[in-house]
Nanobody
């Protein structure tokens, strides 16, 4: 069973930066695709960014130029560097990984951005 654990969330003022981490219980070479998603109160969960095993990335338009997704295969960890944070970035952020057998979610980490 794959377990994913997010960390790094917190309270930040607008314009600040945070780095989220997603640690996997298995080698992330096994996870062909990984991604960050977020869900604000009363809204549907939405894609933030994805990264493949080969390092190809994809971003939601709302975070392009501000957020950077990366993965450290040696540490079995994926990251989301969030810069120039805005109040509308306030959400619970979830990581997800996919292998040949299915998808796996982390438990989420809260990010709150104050104006």
């Amino acid at each position: 069973q794959v377990q994913l654990v997010e960390s790094g969330g917190g309270l930040m003022q607008a314009g600040g930066s945070l780095r989220l981490s997603c640690a996997a219980s298995v080698s992330i070479f096994r996870l062909n695709n990984m991604g960050w998603y977020r869900q604000a109160p009363g809204k549907q969960r939405e894609l933030v960014a994805t990264i493949t095993n080969s390092g190809s990335t994809n971003y939601a338009d709302s975070v392009k130029g501000r957020f950077t997704i990366s993965r450290d295969n040696a540490k079995n960890t994926m990251y989301l560097q969030m810069n120039s944070l805005k109040p509308e970035d306030t959400s619970v952020y979830y990581c997800k990984g996919f292998d040949d057998y299915g998808g796996y979610w982390g438990q989420g980490t809260q990010v709150t951005v104050s104006a």
